[in-house]
């Protein structure tokens, strides 16, 4: 009920603010003469003082004089004429009809407007406030009721370093890295140090930079580590840093240790597998610093269906074997192959990619004693 009184205040209120000026007839006119005119007859009155004063010669004065008085006449003859005009036969109805005309049309906006909101609307609906939608139960509300209700009970209550953890990592989902940022830092001046909130802050940070691991996000994700070596969020990124540092070898084998150390159901396992075989497919000859994925790519790869992940693994691993198909002569690139193949599990297509690359460069050179020393280092043979 409340609703339909104001929208009729506001409706009412509209409507006058267009209904009065179309009823205010010719009076701006006459408003506007009258000014004039007392305007002049002050001009004439100061003129007077001046000539009894001596500070104006008489033949000057009775200049002033005309000239003020013709000005007078003019705004009479105006006035007559805005007079005439009004009274003239056949002028007044089509004035009259136009704001007849105005005034329907703007009484039908509202009645119209009114009318389809009754139609296509939800007039029943109760009204739903902030303080009132914060107050449902908490398995009723939506992401973002929860969210704003976690807000107004930190604004509220800035010290309470519980309510902050429990959202920063919320503001990670939602990618509102900056308040991420905040949440966490708080929620470790407040509660202290702990892995999962120095991993969070590192990624929090990371992501706001554009998924670059600074040195900022570097110093939390090593701080995760003296307090928990086996946290699997701050070694991947710290394995992601060197990558985008240039430094591939070494972020291949951060992430091939990580892997080894997993669990077989770890939601890590699939982004480390991405990690690795986008470093693996990465060309040598652009000579481009390899990123790693990004975070969005990590949590696609760690979200998706097993099925899914192997298909997109298997795909850009069979990219670099036909890259190496037309360039065999790409050493580091027959390594990242039979490296990836291990990985994935498939020795004999490890072993296969293993005697391509030794009869690209022959059985007795330096490559393929290179080859073959690396395959052992991981496990594989040039024979069953």
């Known amino acids: 009920m409340l609703f339909w009184v104001i929208a009729a205040i506001l409706t009412l209120g509209a409507s006058l603010a267009v209904l009065l000026p179309l009823t205010g007839g010719g009076k701006g006119t006459s408003t506007s003469n009258d000014h004039d005119l007392e305007v002049y007859r002050d001009q004439l009155a100061e003129l007077d003082r001046d000539a009894a004063r001596g500070l104006i010669q008489p033949a000057e004065a009775e200049e002033a004089r005309a000239e003020i008085a013709r000005r007078i006449l003019r705004l009479g003859d105006v006035g007559q004429a805005n007079t005439g005009q009004a009274d003239a036969p056949g002028m007044r109805q089509p004035s009259r009809a136009a704001r007849l005309v105005a005034t329907g049309a703007v009484l039908l906006v509202p009645l119209l407007s009114w009318g389809l909101y009754s139609q296509l609307g939800s007039p029943d609906l109760p009204s739903q406030p902030l303080a009132e939608r914060l107050a449902k139960n908490p398995a009723d509300s939506s992401v973002d009721e929860l969210v704003a209700r976690a807000e107004a009970h930190l604004a509220a209550n800035p010290s309470d370093g519980r309510g902050w953890d429990v959202l920063a990592p919320i503001y990670l989902r939602l990618q509102r890295f900056s308040d991420a940022v905040t949440a966490y830092r708080n929620a470790i001046r407040l509660d202290g140090d702990t892995a999962a909130r120095q991993a969070g802050l590192g990624e929090a940070i990371a992501n706001a930079a554009g998924g ?4 900022d996000a570097q110093s939390a994700f090593e701080q995760a580590l003296k307090l928990d070596p086996a ?9 992601m840093a060197l990558a985008q540092e240039g430094r591939l070898a070494e972020s291949t084998a951060a992430w091939q240790k990580m892997l080894d150390l997993l669990p ?3 939601p890590w396992r699939g982004a480390v ?3 690795l075989a986008e470093a693996a497919n ?4 652009s000579g481009e610093p390899a990123k790693g994925p990004d975070a969005a790519a990590v949590d696609a790869a760690s979200s998706m269906a097993p099925q899914d992940r192997q298909a997109m693994i298997d795909t850009m691993v069979a990219g670099l074997d036909e890259k190496l198909r037309q360039n065999p002569r790409d050493t580091e690139g027959w390594m990242r192959l039979i490296r990836s193949y291990v990985v994935l599990g498939k020795a004999d297509q490890a072993r296969d990619a293993l005697h391509r690359g030794i009869a690209v ?3 007795d050179s330096d490559e393929a004693k290179k080859f073959t020393a690396f395959a052992a280092s991981l496990g594989l043979t040039a024979t069953e």
Do not use: E, T, W
């Open 273 to 275: 597998q991405q990690a």
């Open 231 to 239: 946290n699997p969020k701050a070694s991947f990124y710290l394995a």
């Open 212 to 215: 670059i691991v600074s040195a």
């Open 264 to 266: 077989q159901d770890s």
């Open 282 to 285: 990465r060309s040598v000859a």
């Open 361 to 363: 460069f022959g059985a």
